[in-house]
């Protein structure tokens, strides 16, 4: 077995119970299956320090799984960079929009998520209108999605009400500040009236930062909010009210409708299978489902796995970063960007030996199984995560029928190095400062949409035979077939000012466009080509598959039309339509930048 020995700090280093324990460190040699990791030595003369990268209250807890354990895998260091309960990327604060860390589609323009509502109520018609019908967010981000979302459900009565007895609204997330942020984004007020407690600061916890004394080595040092675990105390108080039934919650629609319901229930979990338990358990598991997940697949786990010089596909791994704290001057001329500034406390190692996503992911790669055009060095991305959240999607979908929508940036292949970390609206390491910093790799339309596939053929015969994927296809192409255009000549219509309008017209670009300009006329990537939209569809227990062949799929070509939205004078309705696409652009092309309005001179046939 493994030989471990004990290290004590220092005496005077031990300012709390917690920081006396005893680090662990093991002497892998005596383990057996377990990756032997090459470690290059560095020279060093102990004449210059080495500058790391911040140190951050997460590392302690990398830095210790890894001395017990051993390298852990991408997939591991994902799952405790964004979600630890206290030191988590996502658990500390709001991170969406202009003051956070990125900007995602709803956060753009409140089109988008008014689309999505429009989808929505297609998909329940295409299911044929059911009295019930259960609403799902996965990864729900502020809330704005949804809050837009039931701002256009509000204009369908039959479907507001189907959604008031189906149980409402289910909004999956794990974070208690962004759950927090969520509750006020949709006005949820207790069932008696009373406003819900908002027990997280709305404002982003404090960051306190520490710097090593002139001429000492070491990292600067980055803490957060003292009160944070008292804060994830009260959350888990929360949840145990919520869960004995004390704490029941319902977001308000649009006022003043005939036939609407005032507000819909309201309900938070923390995982798809929670909420899917709680409804058998309250009687609603039979109820069908429309869920959306939009940029959640691209923050999911993923297994990193190379080519090594040895032929031989291994799993990528993440270690602690055996750099000296000092180095001789001579090998500090390192090229532009490998300064000893960029060194970080964790770095990316090859496993010699296989590891368990190894042995279950490699076999089943096309690309990696016997593909004579693989370098050493070529690499792929697994994600399984995303992979069992989509088999649990399309098997609740098979069984009591509904759709499901989900959009992410990616490809339809498997991603190669594209882990990312991305702090201030800029990418940086994926290894830098953890808990600081937000992860994301593209997502593998492909990959998805093959374990869909398999897992809705077979189930097809015991439960549903209607199953369908469709797509992937751009968000820019699904956006026009549901009618952005229309929708945005509408605001552009109403806006106040030139300004407005331009506001609104650059939201519309980034949305649909490959590349836009901003305000200041700078080249900004848009959203409309690298963000793919790929569907989950399934009618009622007992619909023909034949029968699918005679359904329009909201979003989604098919036969040259494609269905979207008009509203006639006698209240809002759903039918194909056929658009000149090229017109708004031409028309925007010919206008006054100051005077939008001329976009919306064109036309529906």
Same mark, same amino acid.
């Given at each position: 077995?493994?030989?471990?020995?004990?290290?004590?700090?220092?005496?005077?280093?031990?300012?709390?119970?917690?920081?006396?324990?005893?680090?662990?460190?093991?002497?892998?040699?005596?383990?057996?299956?377990?990756?032997? *990791?090459?470690?290059?030595?560095?020279?060093?003369?102990?004449?210059?320090?080495?500058?790391?990268?911040?140190?951050?209250?997460?590392?302690?807890?990398?830095?210790?799984?890894?001395?017990?354990?051993?390298?852990?895998?991408?997939?591991?260091?994902?799952?405790?960079?964004?979600?630890?309960?206290?030191?988590?990327?996502?658990?500390?604060?709001?991170?969406?929009?202009?003051?956070?860390?990125?900007?995602?589609?709803?956060?753009?323009?409140?089109?988008?998520?008014?689309?999505?509502?429009?989808?929505?109520?297609?998909?329940?018609?295409?299911?044929?209108?059911?009295?019930?019908?259960?609403?799902?967010?996965?990864?729900?981000?502020?809330?704005?999605?949804?809050?837009?979302?039931?701002?256009?459900?509000?204009?369908?009565?039959?479907?507001?009400?189907?959604?008031?007895?189906?149980?409402?609204?289910?909004?999956?997330?794990?974070?208690?500040?962004?759950?927090?942020?969520?509750?006020?984004?949709?006005?949820?007020?207790?069932?008696?009236?009373?406003?819900?407690?908002?027990?997280?600061?709305?404002?982003?916890?404090?960051?306190?930062?520490?710097?090593?004394?002139?001429?000492?080595?070491?990292?600067?040092?980055?803490?957060?909010?003292? %009160?944070?675990?008292?804060?994830?105390?009260?959350?888990?108080?929360?949840?145990?009210?919520?869960?004995?039934?004390?704490?029941?919650?319902?977001?308000?629609?649009?006022?003043?409708?005939?036939?609407?319901?005032?507000?819909?229930?309201?309900?938070?979990?923390?995982?798809?299978?929670?909420?899917?338990?709680n409804d058998t358990e309250t009687g609603a598991g039979d109820?069908?489902?429309?869920?959306?997940?939009?940029?959640?697949?691209?923050?999911?786990?993923?297994?990193?796995?190379?080519?090594?010089?040895?032929?031989?596909?291994?799993?990528?791994?993440?270690?602690? @970063?055996?750099?000296?704290?000092?180095?001789?001057?001579?090998?500090?001329?390192?090229?532009?960007?490998?300064?000893?500034?960029?060194?970080?406390?964790?770095?990316?190692?090859?496993?010699?030996?296989?590891?368990?996503?190894?042995?279950?992911?490699?076999?089943?790669?096309?690309?990696?199984?016997?593909?004579? %055009?693989?370098?050493?060095? @070529?690499?792929?991305?697994?994600?399984?995560?995303?992979?069992?959240?989509?088999?649990?999607?399309?098997?609740?979908?098979?069984?009591?029928?509904?759709?499901?929508?989900? *959009? %992410?940036?990616?490809?339809?292949?498997?991603?190669?190095?594209?882990?990312?970390? *991305?702090?201030?609206?800029?990418?940086?390491?994926?290894?830098?400062?953890?808990?600081?910093?937000?992860?994301?790799?593209?997502?593998?339309?492909?990959?998805?949409?093959?374990?869909?596939?398999?897992?809705?053929?077979?189930?097809?015969?015991?439960?549903?035979?209607?199953?369908?994927?469709?797509?992937?296809?751009?968000?820019?192409?699904?956006?026009?077939?549901?009618?952005?255009?229309?929708?945005?000549?509408?605001?552009?219509?109403?806006?106040?000012?030139?300004?407005?309008?331009?506001? *609104?017209?650059?939201?519309?670009?980034?949305?649909? @466009?490959?590349?836009?300009?901003?305000?200041?006329?700078?080249?900004?990537?848009?959203?409309?080509?690298?963000?793919?939209?790929? +569907?989950?569809?399934?009618?009622?227990?007992?619909?023909?598959?034949?029968?699918?062949?005679?359904?329009?799929?909201a979003g989604f070509p098919q036969g040259g039309e494609v269905?979207?939205?008009?509203?006639?004078?006698?209240?809002?309705?759903?039918?194909?339509?056929?658009?000149?696409?090229?017109?708004?652009?031409?028309?925007?092309?010919?206008? @006054?930048?100051?005077?939008?309005?001329?976009?919306? +001179?064109?036309?529906?046939?």
């Open positions: 077995g493994p030989r471990i020995r004990t290290v004590p700090r220092p005496a005077e280093e031990l300012d709390t119970l917690e920081k006396r324990l005893m680090e662990i460190r093991v002497d892998r040699s005596g383990l057996i299956d377990i990756p032997v *990791i090459e470690t290059e030595a560095e020279e060093t003369d102990g004449s210059v320090p080495v500058v790391k990268s911040a140190w951050t209250p997460l590392l302690d807890e990398l830095t210790l799984r890894i001395s017990a354990r051993g390298p852990i895998s991408v997939s591991e260091f994902m799952t405790v960079a964004l979600g630890h309960p206290i030191h988590g990327y996502y658990m500390r604060k709001d991170v969406f929009g202009e003051q956070g860390d990125f900007t995602t589609s709803p956060e753009i323009s409140q089109v988008f998520g008014e689309l999505i509502g429009v989808w929505c109520v297609a998909n329940w018609m295409a299911l044929g209108q059911p009295s019930r019908i259960r609403l799902f967010e996965l990864g729900p981000g502020r809330g704005t999605l949804m809050a837009d979302l039931l701002r256009a459900a509000s204009s369908f009565p039959a479907f507001a009400q189907a959604l008031e007895r189906g149980g409402g609204v289910r909004m999956i997330e794990t974070s208690p500040a962004l759950r927090s942020f969520q509750q006020q984004t949709l006005r949820c007020t207790k069932e008696d009236g009373t406003p819900v407690i908002q027990y997280w600061p709305v404002q982003a916890p404090p960051v306190f930062r520490s710097k090593p004394k002139s001429g000492e080595a070491g990292a600067e040092t980055l803490s957060t909010d003292k %009160d944070i675990p008292a804060t994830v105390h009260q959350d888990e108080e929360w949840e145990a009210a919520r869960l004995a039934g004390r704490i029941r919650m319902r977001a308000p629609l649009r006022v003043g409708r005939s036939g609407i319901p005032p507000a819909v229930p309201a309900q938070w979990f923390r995982d798809f299978r929670e909420a899917l338990a109820v069908p489902i429309l869920a959306v997940a939009q940029e959640l697949f691209d923050a999911l786990p993923i297994h990193q796995f190379e080519l090594a010089k040895s032929g031989r596909w291994v799993e990528r791994m993440v270690d602690i @970063d055996p750099a000296p704290e000092t180095i001789g001057a001579a090998d500090r001329e390192f090229g532009p960007n490998e300064t000893v500034d960029k060194r970080h406390h964790l770095r990316f190692v090859l496993s010699r030996g296989a590891t368990p996503a190894s042995k279950i992911f490699l076999s089943q790669n096309e690309q990696t199984r016997d593909n004579p %055009d693989a370098r050493p060095g @070529d690499s792929i991305e697994v994600g399984a995560v995303g992979a069992g959240l989509i088999q649990d999607l399309v098997r609740e979908i098979s069984t009591v029928g509904g759709a499901s929508l989900i *959009i %992410d940036y990616g490809e339809n292949e498997p991603g190669s190095n594209s882990l990312r970390g *991305i702090k201030e609206h800029q990418f940086v390491h994926p290894l830098l400062e953890p808990g600081f910093v937000d992860l994301s790799a593209d997502v593998d339309f492909g990959f998805l949409k093959g374990v869909a596939e398999r897992m809705g053929k077979e189930l097809g015969p015991k439960t549903n035979e209607s199953f369908q994927v469709l797509g992937p296809i751009t968000q820019g192409e699904f956006l026009r077939n549901m009618g952005i255009e229309t929708r945005v000549a509408m605001l552009l219509q109403k806006a106040a000012s030139p300004e407005d309008q331009e506001t *609104i017209y650059t939201a519309f670009k980034r949305l649909v @466009d490959p590349e836009t300009f901003d305000k200041e006329g700078n080249m900004v990537a848009g959203m409309g080509q690298s963000y793919k939209v790929m +569907a989950l569809f399934a009618g009622l227990p007992g619909t023909p598959a034949h029968a699918i062949g005679e359904i329009d799929f269905f979207g939205v008009l509203s006639p004078r006698d209240g809002p309705v759903l039918q194909p339509w056929s658009c000149h696409r090229g017109n708004l652009d031409r028309a925007a092309a010919l206008a @006054d930048p100051t005077r939008l309005s001329v976009a919306l +001179a064109f036309s529906y046939v």
